[in-house]
């Protein structure tokens, strides 16, 4: 079994910074994918960036802004937001894909102010 737990959000201005960090408990290995959706009221749940053995990969909405990293020896998982802007705001679900199977983080709420 596999948790997730995601903290760092909050409440920020546009133009402004946040980086959040996701923790991850269980049998977890480098080559297994970790990343973050977000979802905002309304809108369908959309990737934001993803870091595995191969790379990075962001969504189009945030390249140049975000930037993801890994620390494999604490299973954790960052996404460092800068130039946030009002469209940022989201919930922001953590993942990591093991053995074919996704498990997610509980969510953070991101609130970017115009």
């Known amino acids: 079994q596999v948790q997730l737990v995601e903290s760092g959000g909050g409440l920020v201005q546009a133009g402004g910074s946040l980086r959040l960090s996701c923790a991850a408990s269980?049998?977890?290995?480098?080559?297994?994918?970790m990343g973050w959706y977000r979802q905002a009221p309304g809108k369908q749940r959309e990737l934001v960036a993803v870091?595995?053995?191969?790379?990075?990969n962001y969504g189009d909405s945030v390249k140049g802004r975000f930037a993801i990293s890994r620390d494999n020896a604490k299973n954790r998982v960052f996404l460092q937001m800068s130039s946030l802007k009002p469209e940022d705001t989201a919930v922001y679900y953590c993942?990591?894909?093991?053995?074919?199977?996704?498990?997610w983080g509980q969510g953070t709420q991101v609130t970017v102010s115009s």
């Open positions: 269980g049998s977890i290995s480098s080559i297994n994918p």
């Open positions: 870091i595995s053995s191969g790379g990075t």
């Open positions: 993942y990591v894909l093991r053995s074919g199977y996704v498990y």
